[in-house]
Nanobody, 123 residues
Framework: QVQLVESGGGSVQAGGSLRLSCLAS????????MGWFRQAPGKERERVAQ???????IYANNLKGRFTVSRDNAKNTLNLQMNSLKPEDTAIYYC?????????????????WGQGTQVTVSS
C-alpha cells in the first residue's frame, strides 16, 4: 500500500521560507517521478514541480527561482524548499508519486497522492 506523508507546512509572513517534505512507503521510490502540486481555494490543482528519476526537474513557470524540488532516494524522501513566499502561494500542497515508472505525468489518475499540508502566507 502506497503511503505519502507530507510535513513542514505552516504559516509564514511574505518573504519567508518553508521546507516541505514527503516520506514515501510501500512504493518503488527511486524508479518513479515525484512531484509537488498545490490547490488554492476556488482554484484547480496545479503542478508546482516534478523531479525525474534522473534528477531532471520541471517547474511551474512562475515558481522557478523561488522553489527548489529535490529527492533523496536513500531515504524515500521528496523535498520542496520554498523561498520568498508570497500570499498567492497560500494553498494545500500535495505530494505526488507517479504510477507509471520513469515518466512524469500531471493527470490525477496517473499519480498517487498524499493528504496534503497547508501553507499559509500572510502579507
Amino acid at each position: 500500500q502506497v503511503q505519502l506523508v507530507e510535513s513542514g507546512g505552516g504559516s509564514v509572513q511574505a518573504g519567508g521560507s518553508l521546507r516541505l517534505s514527503c516520506l514515501a512507503s510501500g512504493y518503488n521510490f527511486s524508479s518513479n517521478c515525484m512531484g509537488w502540486f498545490r490547490q488554492a481555494p476556488g482554484k484547480e490543482r496545479e503542478r508546482v514541480a516534478q523531479i525525474h528519476t534522473t534528477g531532471n526537474t520541471i517547474y511551474a513557470n512562475n515558481l522557478k527561482g523561488r522553489f527548489t524540488v529535490s529527492r533523496d532516494n536513500a531515504k524515500n524522501t521528496l523535498n520542496l524548499q520554498m523561498n520568498s513566499l508570497k500570499p498567492e502561494d497560500t494553498a494545500i500542497y500535495y505530494c505526488a508519486a507517479g504510477r507509471v515508472p520513469l515518466n512524469c505525468h500531471v493527470a490525477y489518475d496517473n499519480n498517487y497522492w498524499g493528504q496534503g499540508t497547508q501553507v499559509t502566507v500572510s502579507s
